[in-house]
């Protein structure tokens, strides 16, 4: 290389110094707004947050008491009244919420109730502590109101750990529309508290106490930031195996065994069932595994043992001689 030719990209080099590059408030692509540093993906801290897995089923109705309803979401009615929760799909080719959902979550609320909550938690109280985040989702209702109370993140510090520490949302309205909610805050510190066993955050929306109305929420998005990027879009199969690391079961077998095993050694025998999760669980999880003997009657499983751990689990159960033990399904919850 020349003397001059040298000189020349020794001159550019200089120029183009890291301590001159340009630095930028933010990335817009389309007229969206982007993070202009972070991750462009694996944003959303929500899971399920398109509403597209179901498995524990599709409809749900719980009275005066609370539970999981679509994967990772829980609802509450508090000390009385009641809800209903179901998986429904939006119209294609409908324009209101963007990028062609397939689903939504519908929550009715009837019967007055006295504190009904929306939640998901999201695992570790670590997360976003110290930060601004930006909660966003699209709603509409039965009729147009503002939801006064809103919502709280809930910083739980888990079993043995410190008490709560609530953050309100403040107040949201929705119309009788898709409409996009955007709620920012800062989330407290978390220095000098102690983190027990099952800590997470609390995400949590509140319906107006002792009123009854049918809310639609699609699309939910939590995110590090003061902005509301683009929704995050994931597989079936992504959205599928992040669930599965709080809940998984098989489907439930009527018409054959899923897996059968007879008994040939003489006498009664502890016959095994064993299963190793898609994806390893949060915990051990609380199991129920079912099944019949001989074809008789499904039964819970476990009479002689049983095994569980993170990753599977092991069931034994008293076969007589020349019968079969058949595994029917299984459901393992490892939710928080």
């Known amino acids: 290389m020349s003397t001059s030719r040298a000189r020349d990209i020794a001159d ?36 399920n947050s398109a509403m597209q897995v179901a498995q524990r089923g599709t409809s749900f109705t719980f009275t005066s008491t609370s539970g999981y309803t679509l994967d990772r979401w829980k609802v509450d009615t508090g000390a009385s009244g009641a809800v209903a929760v179901t998986q429904e799909a ?108 099952g800590d997470n955050l609390e995400v949590r929306l509140d319906p107006n106490n002792d009123e009854n109305v049918v809310l639609d929420i699609a699309n939910v998005q939590l995110e590090v930031g003061n902005t509301a990027t683009p929704f995050e879009h994931h597989s079936y199969a992504q959205e599928l195996a992040l669930c599965q690391r709080y809940y998984h079961r098989t489907d439930t077998i009527t018409s054959a065994p899923y897996k059968r095993m007879w008994n040939s050694t003489g006498g009664v025998a502890a016959m095994q069932v064993s299963y190793d999760y898609p994806v390893t669980m949060r915990s051990a999880p609380t199991l129920e595994v079912y099944g019949d003997v001989t074809d008789g009657a499904q039964l819970l499983l476990g009479a002689a043992g049983t095994f569980t751990a993170k990753h599977g689990f092991t069931v034994f159960t008293n076969v007589p001689n020349a019968g079969f033990l058949d595994y029917h399904y299984h459901k393992a919850d490892a939710e928080l």
């Open 90 to 197: 939006f119209t294609l080719g409908q324009t209101d919420v963007p990028d062609e959902p397939k689903n939504y979550m519908r929550v009715t609320l009837t019967g007055l109730p006295t504190d009904p909550k929306i939640i998901q938690p999201v695992e570790g109280v670590r997360t976003l502590a110290g930060q601004t985040c930006t909660l966003s989702f699209w709603a509409k209702a039965d009729s147009a109101k503002t939801i006064n109370e809103g919502g709280f993140f809930g910083q739980q510090f888990g079993a043995g750990g410190s008490s709560p520490v609530y953050t309100n949302m403040g107040a949201w309205s929705v119309t009788t529309s898709w409409q996009k909610i955007t709620i920012t805050t800062t989330l407290p510190s978390i220095s000098g508290k102690t983190i027990g066993s």
């Open 12 to 47: 550019i080099d200089q120029e183009l110094s890291v301590a001159d590059s340009p630095t930028f408030a933010g990335l817009t692509v389309g007229l969206n707004n982007y993070p202009s540093d972070g991750a462009l993906g694996n944003r959303n801290l929500i899971v």
